[in-house]
């Protein structure tokens, strides 16, 4: 197999050549078709998350088909079109999982992060956390919705039903949730870089009834807002723009640190709330959501090899929609 591997934090990823993975008792070996580039993966990259497996090859928006199952494993078969999320293994017996809430287990493995990821022709994965795909469907254009569709899924439920919601943010998630938020019936209201005209016109044309920049007061009191970008100076940006009792989530596993704010921008029972990881009952949802919903993606397809290119055009905000590992 060929995989990108990162073998000290802050450095760019190896084109190494390796064994093909084989699978263990109760694990799946997946072909990778498509591999979705996630601003999480620059997180990791850059040694902002703690504790990462090193070396580690990134990646957890994987879409391809399993060539190789491990023993005991029935309900995968070779040759099943599978996707492969953030969430790889939870521990099934702590207080979290034990209550349903699996995305909070004290002892996970996380793909991409804590084991192997999908920016390669081959992984490994535990056969209970991937999801069975549609047999037909882009790889591509699919990968995108592994992780900014769940886990962006996640954090729309998380704000609620407010008809007018603000994503801060308008990137590889909001560009899908944004999507779905139309399909509800809701009006969305993006904030972009300030400046950014291409990103409010792209968001203008998913539907959006409003685009400006992140320094720019909607034109009226939001019922709650979504942070996709992993800036903390958006928190009283977002807070400030929501109406009394409206809620505010934040969408990404790091941020840069929340300045100070007046509590009366709090005050009249607003809340903030962050969004952890996903659970596999999030996904069943969503994937049954997306075709109902009419999702379209846009993605910019990279070969294998590119990806560190991929990861400094997301970092840079070059991209638009969500950057694709083709290997
Ligand atoms: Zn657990
Ligand atoms: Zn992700």
């Not at 601003?39 to 090859?57: A, Q």
């Not at 056969?127 to 954090?155: H, K, M």
């Not at 659970?279 to 994937?287: I, N, Q, V």
Request: glycine share 12%; proline share 8%; aromatic share 8%.
């Amino acid at each position: 197999m060929q995989a990108m591997v990162l073998e000290r934090l802050g450095e760019p990823l190896k084109l190494l050549q390796r064994p093909d993975p084989l699978p263990a008792d109760g694990e799946v070996r997946v072909r990778v078709a498509a591999c979705g580039v996630c601003r999480t993966d620059l997180h990791v990259v850059d040694g902002e998350l703690p504790d990462p497996k090193l070396p580690i090859v990134p990646g957890h928006e994987i879409v391809g088909r399993v060539d190789a199952v491990g023993g005991g494993v029935t309900t995968r078969k070779v040759g099943t079109r599978v996707g492969i999320p953030w969430l790889g293994r939870t521990c099934g017996r702590c207080p979290y999982c034990r209550e349903g809430h699996e995305n909070l287990c004290d002892h996970p493995l996380f793909t991409g992060y804590t084991r192997d990821g999908g920016y390669a022709t081959h992984v490994v994965a535990d056969a209970r956390f991937v999801f069975p795909l549609p047999e037909s469907g882009d790889d591509v254009a699919t990968a995108p919705l592994l992780c900014a569709g769940l886990i962006g899924w996640r954090s729309l439920r998380m704000a609620g039903d407010g008809k007018k919601i603000g994503f801060y943010g308008f990137g590889a998630a909001a560009h899908i949730i944004a999507q779905v938020a139309r399909w509800q019936g809701r009006d969305v209201y993006a904030f972009t870089r300030p400046g950014d005209a291409a990103a409010q016109a792209f968001a203008q044309k998913l539907g959006a009834c409003w685009a400006g920049g992140s320094d720019d007061a909607p034109p009226e009191a939001l019922d709650c807002a979504i942070i996709y970008a992993p800036v903390g100076a958006l928190v009283p940006a977002a807070l400030r723009a929501v109406r009394k009792g409206g809620r505010v989530v934040c969408a990404g596993i790091h941020m840069s640190d929340v300045p100070s704010f007046p509590y009366s921008i709090l005050w009249e029972e607003r809340v903030l709330k962050s969004v952890a990881n996903l659970t596999r009952k999030d996904g069943e949802e969503f994937f049954a959501i997306v075709p109902q919903a009419g999702i379209v993606t846009q993605t910019v397809p990279y070969p294998l090899d590119r990806a560190n290119e991929a990861l400094s055009d997301l970092r840079s905000g070059r991209l638009q929609g969500a950057a694709v590992l083709v290997p």
